[in-house]
């Protein structure tokens, strides 16, 4: 009997908000709102945009103030608080000659070593020379527009930094702390109670970046020291690597020293971190499992690097499309007619349970993640080019499911997740998949939604954006429409999909399954088959029994009230970031241990070291 690896919170941020409590997913379907939760999603972002403080952070917004929010949020034109994209700085090389030569000073600290072939330095005083030669090799500030001038930002005025004592982090870890605070926060648990119950060595913690940190706290500024005339720091290239958001949780926000690992699959690199944490809860390895990533690629050198490729939509393939009047905000567009995929930032976070200890501990059941699936690509002609791997893990998390539900749950009661980057080759690609799949499978009508159209690719947070939306859609039946789109491309397969360009409203309970998505570069395929919460509470109340089940909701009000007491607070713009730098420290010298048993000191709890031989019928 495997243990089932239930979602017991989730939190993070992204283009479209604070993503606990449905807040980001509330956002991307705003228009399917009723009047008073409109206001109240408008409100929450408010006051995180820094619009709104204090006993102002809630109520009714002005015209003015609404359409404020409106403009901050989602995928919209890049904001100068990156960089200008018409004018980023870069150096152009030139090499200078003149027949009567060159003479000129400079300070003598400032002299390369060696001295260029023809340099003649002549020493002057307070510390200066004067040098002649006859030509000189320079690089000269210059500036060139990189056309790319969309992209999928946090809110408008919410900087992560300014939450929590963030000195020199780069912005990766700040979304990553911010994150996993959000998550943890948002169980209604204290955590230290949740670390308890679970056991020191049964807590797991996965999550990284794709990317790796490249704002100039981390690896883009160790790269680009000595070529600025700078120095490398002692920080940038610890901080800078791809395992630091899980790093960054475990020792700032959960103290934890339980199982740990950052595994990075290009643009399923979310799923492939939720993939280590579900074995892990299903065969017992562990009893809490955190998920997460977060990237931050908002800089010059990463769309640059994009571009070049060809990837990214850029203004010449928006004319295109839009003529001379480019709608930035529909720049993602999934299945239409598109030009090249829209980069955005974020974190996305959840807290897996085996099914007894949330039952245990009374923690709120927002669904449950059956099983995750990966398969590479095999021969490639082209690294960045789709291939077979991806027609495995649909099929196989589509068979689970199957297995797990039955026939008419998987054909009338399930939708999908779509990767839907929004390029030419994956609306063919991706959409021949789950055509020829749900055919095989008899499904009709299979509905198809693509989040990116909202938030841009937050590359390693990509999943975990599908993820977060997909717990909206099982809280309020909203399934996001493709609204960045007026028609299905041509070239689109769609024979038994239902691709909308509208919100579709359905009963909750009318939907049991979602399957997430994602076609990575290198052929990081991956799908994830995700269990509704009606579902997942009929199977708790099943293995466990009808009456501790009902012990379990008594517990879970408590706990319920414990979270909105949260949503609250963080709705008047109060995140209380978890940053616990330097707190809790546990002395080494102090852990009491035996050949059976080890004790963390301060109450952090005890670890056996007792095993059953795994090899029993072997030695």
């Not at 909701?553 to 414990?562: G, I, L, M, T």
């Amino acid at each position: 009997m495997q243990r089932l690896p239930v979602i017991t919170a989730f939190g993070g941020f992204n283009p479209a908000g604070r993503s606990s409590f449905h807040r980001g997913y509330k956002r991307m379907v705003l228009d399917s709102l009723g009047a008073d939760e409109r206001t109240d999603v408008l409100s929450d972002l408010a006051a995180l945009m820094g619009l709104r403080t204090g006993s102002e952070a809630q109520g009714t917004l002005s015209a003015e103030l609404e359409q404020q929010v409106l403009d901050g949020t989602l995928v919209r034109a890049l904001e100068t608080r990156f960089y200008d994209y018409r004018q980023c700085h870069f150096h152009q090389p030139a090499s200078l000659s003149s027949a009567e030569g060159f003479t000129f000073e400079m300070s003598a600290r400032q002299l390369p070593n060696p001295l260029p072939a023809g340099w003649q330095v002549e020493t002057l005083e307070t510390g200066r020379v004067k040098v002649r030669t006859g030509s000189l090799s320079v690089m000269l500030d210059s500036h060139r527009e990189i056309a790319v001038a969309s992209a999928g930002q946090l809110p408008t005025g919410f900087e992560p930094g300014e939450q929590y004592n963030s000195r020199f982090h780069p912005r990766g870890l700040q979304l990553a702390i911010l994150g996993a605070s959000d998550a943890v926060q948002s169980l209604g648990i204290d955590w230290d109670k949740v670390a308890e119950k679970a056991g020191p060595d049964k807590i797991s913690v996965y999550a990284s970046s794709a990317m790796s940190q490249l704002d100039p706290n981390g690896n883009g500024g160790l790269l680009q020291s000595r070529l600025r005339g700078g120095r490398v720091s002692s920080k940038q290239l610890a901080l800078g690597l791809t395992s630091m958001p899980a790093d960054f949780v475990n020792a700032y926000v959960l103290g934890s020293v339980g199982t740990t690992g950052a595994v990075a699959g290009a643009c399923a690199t979310y799923l492939y971190n939720l993939r280590s944490a579900v074995e892990d809860i299903r065969c017992g390895r562990a009893r809490v499992a955190v998920v997460g990533a977060a990237e931050a690629p908002l800089v010059p050198e990463v769309v640059d690097g994009y571009a070049t490729m060809g990837a990214l939509a850029n203004l010449d393939g928006l004319r295109k499309i839009f003529g001379d009047r480019i709608d930035f905000r529909r720049a993602s567009r999934p299945f239409g007619e598109n030009c090249g995929f829209t980069l955005g930032e974020g974190s996305q976070w959840v807290v897996l349970m085996d099914d007894a200890l949330a039952m245990e501990l009374g923690a709120p059941i927002h669904g449950a993640v059956a099983n995750v699936f990966v398969n590479a690509d095999g021969p490639k002609k082209s690294i960045s080019a789709p291939g077979p791997g991806n027609y495995l893990t649909v099929a196989r998390a589509m068979a689970e499911a199957r297995a797990i539900l039955g026939e008419q749950s998987l054909r009338e009661r399930s939708f999908v997740q779509a990767h839907g980057s929004s390029t030419p080759q994956n609306r063919v690609t991706e959409s021949a998949i789950f055509d020829r799949l749900a055919a095989a499978f008899d499904i009709k009508d299979w509905p198809v939604c693509a989040v990116k159209a909202f938030v841009g690719h937050t590359v390693a947070a990509a999943s975990g954006d599908q993820l977060i939306t997909s717990l909206g859609v099982f809280n309020r039946g909203i399934l996001p429409g493709i609204t960045t789109i007026d028609r299905v491309a041509d070239d689109v397969h769609h024979e038994n999909l239902a691709l909308s360009m509208a919100h579709v409203e359905r009963d909750p309970e009318s939907l049991d399954v979602a399957f997430l998505n994602s076609k990575g570069f290198g052929g990081n395929n991956a799908t994830a088959g995700v269990l509704a919460p009606h579902v997942t509470r009929r199977m708790l109340a099943k293995r466990h029994g009808q009456a501790a089940f009902t012990a379990y909701q008594a517990r879970n009000e408590v706990v319920s009230e414990q979270a909105a007491d949260y949503d609250a607070r963080a709705s008047r713009g109060d995140l209380n970031a978890i940053y616990r730098f330097g707190e809790g420290l546990i002395d080494e010298s102090a852990i009491e241990m035996d050949a059976h048993r080890l004790t963390l000191p301060g109450g952090a709890g005890a670890i056996s070291l007792d095993a059953d031989n795994p090899f029993a019928d072997m030695v």
